[in-house]
């Protein structure tokens, strides 16, 4: 089977996206179940995906759970990495989805720029740009392992 042929079908494999709860990451997730592939939905701890999850899954008949992980803490991100790779033999996709947008309600980041603070950007930046880069680098033994493992980030 080619590397085309592989990814098209994740029967039996395993992926991992970001920001699972938001409309693009529900869509993400829907679609790598519908490909066959195991689904971790990983957003902020306090959001619940149960009811999405459950319905991805039944409706896919592939497993699907759920992680709450702040993103943009380091730690949080190297326990969830430790916890996926403890559990998991292989990693077919991992999609750094997460991000803030403009109806983020992280305070301080939907504002004019000139309210900005240096702190709510640091926020951001570790968010959108040093998580996709750091859980890269957590996840990269697991997507090696596939020999076609991808990563996908969205910006």
């Given amino acids: 089977m080619t590397t085309i042929g592989r990814l098209m079908s994740l029967q039996g494999g395993c992926a991992i996206v970001t920001g699972a709860a938001g409309g693009l990451g529900a869509v993400m997730s829907d679609t790598l179940a519908e490909m066959g592939a195991d689904v971790i939905m990983v957003d902020l701890p306090a959001v ?10 039944d409706q896919h008949g592939v497993n699907v759970s ?69 859980f890269s680098q957590l996840f990269a033994p697991l997507l090696r392992a596939t020999n076609v493992g991808s990563i996908i980030n969205i910006a």
């Fill in 48 to 57: 619940d995906m149960s009811d999405l999850a459950r319905k991805i899954s």
């Fill in 66 to 134: 759920t992680e709450g992980c702040d993103i943009g803490v380091a730690e949080e991100r190297r326990a969830l990495a430790e916890k996926v790779l403890r559990d998991q033999e292989c990693l077919n996709v991992l999609v750094n989805n997460a991000a803030f947008v403009g109806t983020s309600t992280l305070e301080g980041w939907a504002e004019p720029f000139e309210r900005q603070s240096v702190e709510v950007w640091q926020r951001a930046l570790e968010v959108n740009l040093t998580s996709a880069f750091h």
